[in-house]
């Protein structure tokens, strides 16, 4: 798919369109998928701390991964939405472990760790509509991401940064703007694409 919109409110529209197509058998069927290509990823296979967050609708499925994560003893976290839209953190516990919040989404219910607590994340799993040749990626625009990622720049963090998305969402351009950050690998039910060497990520003992 290319983008022939050029604007990123009309990419928008046609991504999320697409995606309101799709059955619940197909969000399925690409969350199993997709749950076990991420899992091989050697930044998340090494991680001992992964920020991540609940998939809700017909998002690419992250529960099963978040669930293989902690299964291996990673330390999970999960963003909790803040009034002016930056993002706390909390650990996942589990599904038992997740409300479903005012703004229809789900997170986690446990103790409160602040917004910097993404500092600590070797891998970021971020959301995003579509992934372009380059790595520049398109979120739904309501900035939160755009926070995370600067606080990690300033704190001199470098995570690697990992985009779920279905493979018609990498495109051939999306529009970027200055404080836009390039992924280091998208993960589709079709593969993995890189575009930058992962970092270095110490192996837990």
Known sequence: MNALDGSKPGLRRDLLSVRA????????????VLAARAA????????????????????PGTRALLDALRARGVRVLLPVLLPDNDLDW?????????????????EPSGERLGPDAVLAADAVLLPGLAVDERGMRLGRGGGSYDRVLARLAAAGADPALVVLLYANEVVARVPEEPHD?????????????????????????
């Open 21 to 32: 197509g799709l059955t619940v058998d197909d969000v399925a069927e690409a969350a199993a």
């Open 40 to 59: 091989e990823l050697p930044e998340l296979a090494g991680a001992g701390t992964v920020a991540a967050y609940v998939s809700v609708g017909r998002e």
């Open 90 to 106: 909390a650990h996942y516990t589990g599904a038992d472990g997740l409300l479903r919040a005012g703004h229809g989404l789900l």
């Open 181 to 205: 950050h390039p992924v280091h690998a998208v993960v589709t039910p079709e593969g993995v694409r890189r575009f930058a060497p992962p970092p270095e990520v110490p192996h837990r003992a």
